[in-house]
């Protein structure tokens, strides 16, 4: 069964500091990728997913992810943060058919002015 | 349009209260997901229903009864909770089973007294 590993729990930025989440999975196979945004009081929402083809893939609010499958990676990337990406930030996968969607424990982002 | 919604937003219930968690979706998705979400953790997959069919059940207890009325609802029946079931739940749908993205609720809140 596949697993995700998020080694950062808690993270804490000033604002426009750079920000990368790191997220790790160990699975043989292939497998599809997310990143899911909950911000205080709401809901998932999804960020950015790979699937296949280009391994830079950009999601919404300027956030991006690089799948490396050398080292069953996939991190989070933002260039310069603001005060309203202050949430937790879920990484998912995902391995074909019938199975589940296996999200990693999360790492919570403060950004402080 | 990507919307799950989901009533009631808030429960609280005593132990030996009958309730019912809704669940709808109109993107024609054919795959909704119960999970369970406590507070700062990820979300823990219950049930996969596919096609109106129950084709997951994480080994949770009966007294969580999901039920697939249409395609496009979803009803999770709750009996006889206890404290520890207090949580966030939420629902999720995606076109398949398959690698297709999930899409969630913004859940409902419950308390079990």
Redesign the interface.
Known sequence: AQSVSQHNHHVILSEAASLELGCNYSYGGTV?L?W?VQYPG?????LL?Y?SGDPLVKGIKGFEAEFIKSKFSFNLRKPSVQWSDTA?Y?CAV?A??????V????T?LSVIA | DTEVTQTPKHLVMGMTNKKSLKCEQHMGHRAMYWYKQKAKKPPELMFVYSYEKLSINESVPSRFSPECPNSSLLNLHLHALQPEDSALYLCASSQQTGEETQYFGPGTRLLVL
């Open positions: 599809n997310f899911y709401q809901h998932l929402q999804l997913k699937f937790e879920f995902k074909p058919g019938n199975t589940p969607l999200f990693g424990k999360g919570r």
